[in-house]
């Protein structure tokens, strides 16, 4: 394949794009929302923002991503993802000390140790094959543990959900270029920078083809249930609790352990007599 040919291609690739673009920005002026939720009082951005950012996804991203899971072997995909999952287990312990949740930065710094040396480099996540958790952490976490509040509900552009607290999160460390792509961008050769920053948003694209779906199957509104979904998960971080860190939408409650009345012993209530039969004679 000639320089020309590629060129080409992109070219009408961008052609595609271009109308996709133009109309979605178009129809996002039009959305407006009379009455919204206290959470999210920018409604009628947002949703304009996000209906932008799914047409994009529907229009570059996610055929890639798709095409990606469809034509990688699975084994190779899953190296992949684990060592950029690696990389992010790396910047999770920093934040776990940083919030003073020691053992969980003890953990975590554990989990990045053992898969890089016994992991081949992050590729084999034998940590989790051993027990040890995954646990998800970032700036906006941190901020949130630090008593900084969340603030109202944002879609940003071609990242999605998000609040004022974690925006300003993602652009304080983008400033000071510290994040779980900090050993990426320390990379001199851009094309090879490059390259690797675009499989990572292609593999994390890939990562959520299964949530995507499942959203499409059970939600009424997507909008507000992947609104709704983000707002929990991060709340429940900032808590500290456990939620799925291959998930979006956090971990369903655990009802295992709650404590159910037991009938079994219960005497059964004598049945009543048929109407107009005569009572039984003692």
Not at 28 to 45: F, K, L
Not at 247 to 258: A, I, K, R
């Amino acid at each position: 394949m000639n320089k020309n040919t590629t060129k080409s291609e992109t070219s009408g690739r961008l052609g595609r794009l271009a109308p996709v673009v133009a109309l979605t920005a178009f129809f996002a002026g039009c959305a407006h929302v009379p009455n919204p939720t206290p959470q999210d009082p920018w409604e009628s951005y947002n949703r304009s923002m996000f209906q932008f950012n799914e047409a994009f996804d529907k229009a570059l991203f996610k055929p890639i991503a798709s095409g990606y899971k469809q034509l990688t072997p699975e084994p190779a995909r899953n190296c992949i993802h684990n060592i950029f999952a690696n990389m992010a287990d790396l910047w999770a312990s920093v934040n776990s000390f940083l919030q003073g949740r020691g053992h969980d930065g003890v953990n975590m710094l554990g989990r990045v140790l053992f898969n890089s040396t016994m992991g081949l480099g992050g590729c084999i996540d034998v940590a989790s094959m051993n027990g040890s958790q995954r646990i998800s952490n970032d700036f906006g976490v941190t901020l949130g543990v630090w008593g900084f509040k969340p603030g109202p509900y944002v879609v940003l552009p071609f990242i999605g959900s998000s609040n004022v607290r974690d925006a300003a999160g993602i652009g304080t460390m983008f400033a000071a270029g510290a994040s779980s792509y900090t050993p990426i961008m320390a990379i001199d050769n851009v094309p090879l920078r490059n390259t690797i920053l675009g499989v990572a948003a292609v593999d994390l694209r890939a990562s959520l083809l299964d949530a995507d779906d499942l959203v499409d199957r059970i939600a009424l509104d997507r909008y507000s249930f992947i609104r709704d979904a983000f707002i929990q998960r991060r709340q429940s971080l900032v808590q500290g609790n456990r939620v799925d860190p291959d998930s979006p939408y956090g971990t369903l409650p655990d009802y295992s352990d709650d404590e159910l009345p037991d009938y079994s012993d219960d005497e059964e209530a004598p049945a009543a007599p048929a109407s107009g039969s005569a009572p039984a004679t003692p």
